[in-house]
């Protein structure tokens, strides 16, 4: 079973930052936090990933708190090519994905 | 990112015949691994392909159903046998690069079942 707890769907205007929470309580020491989208009827695109420390690259910034039970990916200007559906996974190493539910983010006009 | 080739793209097929996926990646991978997506579910793992020896599947896969190979670092295949309309999915595979950890995903075969 997936290990994460995500909203099933959030709205957000075009040009401001979407905010996208997960949590993973149950996370161990030598787990990372993924996050991967998929656009429709596209194959899952990896974002970002990190295992304690705050993380950024061109397409998004992750927050990790700091006990870890919680994680923040943030788009920060979102776009309308953004709207897709967006999965937090806690995966050890190469270890395989396991995918929950998962966010819809809807990128509004 | 891994360049990774999946075929056919699509596919109708009958039922009780099998169709078999092909995955090619385009440099040498640790992990490859066989998803399926039911329509508008998320995806499940369906097996980790292993190198010159037999797939690992996961809990309801198995593989008389879903016979796997993956006789070198860069090329697996998926079977999906004696296919009943259930099996129409969009079947992906995903792979793992040497020094990386990230997993980077085909584009998917979308199978219908009639």
């Known amino acids: 079973d997936a290990k994460t707890t995500q909203p099933p769907s959030m709205d957000c205007a075009e040009g401001r930052a979407a905010n996208l929470p997960c949590n993973h309580s149950?996370?161990?020491?030598?787990?990372?936090v993924y996050w991967y989208r998929q656009i429709h009827s596209q194959g899952p695109q990896y974002i970002i990933h990190?295992?304690?420390n705050n993380e950024t690259n061109e397409m998004a910034s992750l927050i990790i708190t700091e006990d870890r039970k919680s994680s923040t990916l943030i788009l920060p200007h979102a776009t309308l090519r953004d709207t897709a559906v967006y999965y937090c996974?806690?995966?050890?190493?190469?270890?395989?994905?396991?995918f929950g539910t998962g966010t819809r983010l809807q990128v509004f006009p | 990112s891994a360049v990774i080739s999946q075929k056919p793209s699509r596919d109708i097929c009958q039922r009780g015949t099998s169709l078999t996926i092909q995955c090619q990646v385009d440099?040498?991978?640790?992990?490859m691994f066989w998803y399926r997506q039911q329509p508008g579910q998320s995806l499940t793992l369906i097996a980790t392909a292993n190198q010159g020896s037999e797939a690992t599947y996961e809990s309801g896969f198995v593989i008389d159903k879903f016979p796997i190979s993956r006789p070198n670092l860069t090329f697996s295949t998926l079977t999906v046998s004696n296919m009943s309309p259930e099996d129409s999915s969009i079947y992906l595979c995903?792979?793992?690069?040497?020094?990386?950890?990230?997993?980077?995903f085909g584009q998917g075969t979308r199978l219908t079942v009639v």
């Open positions: 995903s792979v793992v690069r040497w020094g990386n950890t990230e997993a980077f």
């Open positions: 440099s040498q991978v640790t992990m």
């Open positions: 149950t996370i161990s020491g030598n787990e990372y």
């Open positions: 996974i806690v995966r050890v190493d190469t270890d395989k994905l396991i």
């Open positions: 990190g295992l304690k």
